[in-house]
């Protein structure tokens, strides 16, 4: 019994070493050389902190896009997906709901363009990114409420979409808050 027992406390006190503080501190360490120094990057207007790019926020005004919904209607604390498979009803009626706004705000819009990312809620309900087709689909719109032209939006769209290093990891994604802070820069 001797035999396994030892054997067995030294491992777990080596993982606990290992998993408990050296891998912590060490991702701590990149953290402070990443953007925002491990804390996010903030997004900063006229002084004041408007927001952070890694969490989603809520545009519902027609001169902002629009981001992807939230099941924890976009609060950190309670961040969360709804548990509703796409078969419940309840479910169904949101997504529809969803749809229906989209169409309504956005004229000549057709549901077969309308991207799974603005009608449906992320994992976390803080996806702070959209596709370039959830995007594009929303420039006719804010660059009417905006009175600007629509080549002026498609270029901010542009310069704040971000590209997946090399092609390999993910699609390119607009962070929406980005975004709309360049928006209201103009």
Do not use: H
Request: aromatic share 6%; proline share 5%.
């Amino acid at each position: 019994m001797k035999k396994y027992i030892i054997p067995s406390l030294r491992l777990t006190l080596v993982l606990i070493v290992l998993l408990c503080l050296i891998y912590p501190i060490s991702i701590a360490i990149a953290g402070r050389f990443s953007k925002g120094k491990g804390d996010g990057e903030k997004i900063i207007k006229n002084g004041k902190t408007v927001g952070y790019s890694l969490l989603g926020q809520s545009f519902t005004q027609a001169k902002y896009f629009w981001g992807r919904p939230s099941a924890a209607s976009y609060n950190a604390a309670g961040s969360a997906g709804s548990n509703k498979g796409p078969s419940n009803p309840d479910y169904l009626k949101e997504v529809q709901a969803r749809i229906d706004t989209l169409m309504k705000y956005n004229p000549g819009l057709k549901i077969s363009e309308i991207p799974a990312d603005l009608v449906t809620a992320s994992g976390s309900g803080l996806d702070p990114d959209i596709s370039e087709q959830g995007a594009a689909i929303q420039v006719a719109r804010v660059a009417t409420a905006r009175k600007i032209t629509l080549q002026k939006v498609r270029e901010l769209v542009s310069m704040n979409t971000e590209r997946s290093f090399m092609g390999l990891f993910g699609p390119p994604v607009v962070n929406v808050l980005k975004l709309n802070s360049a928006l209201d820069n103009l």
